[in-house]
C-alpha cells in the first residue's frame, strides 16, 4: 500500500482549500453588481406591467359598462392621493358622477398594493393623479379635453439608469417602451 493506505489520496490540502475558497469569492463578487442588476430590471418590467394591465382593464370596464372608469393614484386603496407618486399603489372604479374621485357608491374594481422601494412611478403632468377612461375607450380629463401622456417606472437615481415607459395615446391605448432616463426621483 502507498503512504496514505488504502484510500490513496483522499481529501484535500489546506492550500487547494484556500484556492478554492478565492476563486467562490471572486466570482461571487463579480456575480453581485449583475444579479442586483437583474432583480431590479425585474421589479421595474413588473411594476410596469402591473399598471399596464390596470390601464387595459379600466378601458376595457369603461366600454363595458358604457361609464368613465378611472385610475387614480391611492396610498390608502380606498380614495385617490393628491400627492406623491403612483409607486404609493393605485385603485381602479367606476366614477359614475365623471369628479375623478372615488365616492360614496361607486364601485372599486381593483386595488394595487405600494411598488417595493427603490422603484419610482411617476406620471408626467396629463397623467400625474389619474388617467380617466370614457365609454368610448379614449382617455380624457373629468373637462372633457383629451388625455394622453407617459408614466415612467424606474430605480430611485442621481444619474442616468434604465427604466420603462408606459406611453398613453389620445386613443386611450397604452403602450410600454423600454429607455434611459437622466435621473430617476430620489
Request: charged share 10%; hydrophobic share 40%; with cysteine.
Amino acid at each position: 500500500m502507498g503512504r496514505h493506505g488504502r484510500f490513496g489520496g483522499a481529501g484535500f490540502t489546506l492550500i487547494e482549500l484556500m484556492v478554492v475558497v478565492a476563486v467562490v469569492v471572486v466570482l461571487q463578487t463579480l456575480a453581485a453588481p449583475a444579479l442586483s442588476g437583474m432583480v431590479n430590471s425585474m421589479r421595474m418590467t413588473a411594476a410596469a406591467n402591473s399598471l399596464f394591465s390596470s390601464l387595459f382593464f379600466a378601458r376595457n370596464e369603461a366600454i363595458k359598462r358604457n361609464s368613465r372608469v378611472v385610475v387614480c393614484k391611492s396610498a390608502t386603496g380606498s380614495a385617490c392621493a393628491g400627492s406623491g407618486g403612483w409607486e404609493q399603489g393605485w385603485i381602479v372604479f367606476h366614477d359614475v358622477n365623471n369628479n375623478a374621485a372615488l365616492d360614496a357608491g361607486e364601485t372599486l374594481l381593483s386595488r394595487e398594493q405600494t411598488l417595493p422601494d427603490p422603484i419610482r412611478l411617476t406620471g408626467n403632468n396629463p397623467v400625474v393623479s389619474y388617467v380617466s377612461y370614457t365609454p368610448m375607450g379614449t382617455t380624457s380629463y373629468i373637462s372633457g379635453a383629451f388625455q394622453a401622456g407617459t408614466l415612467t417606472v424606474c430605480q430611485q437615481s442621481a444619474t442616468p439608469v434604465d427604466a420603462r415607459l408606459i406611453v398613453i395615446s389620445s386613443a386611450g391605448r397604452p403602450r410600454t417602451v423600454k429607455t434611459t432616463v437622466g435621473y430617476c426621483p430620489l
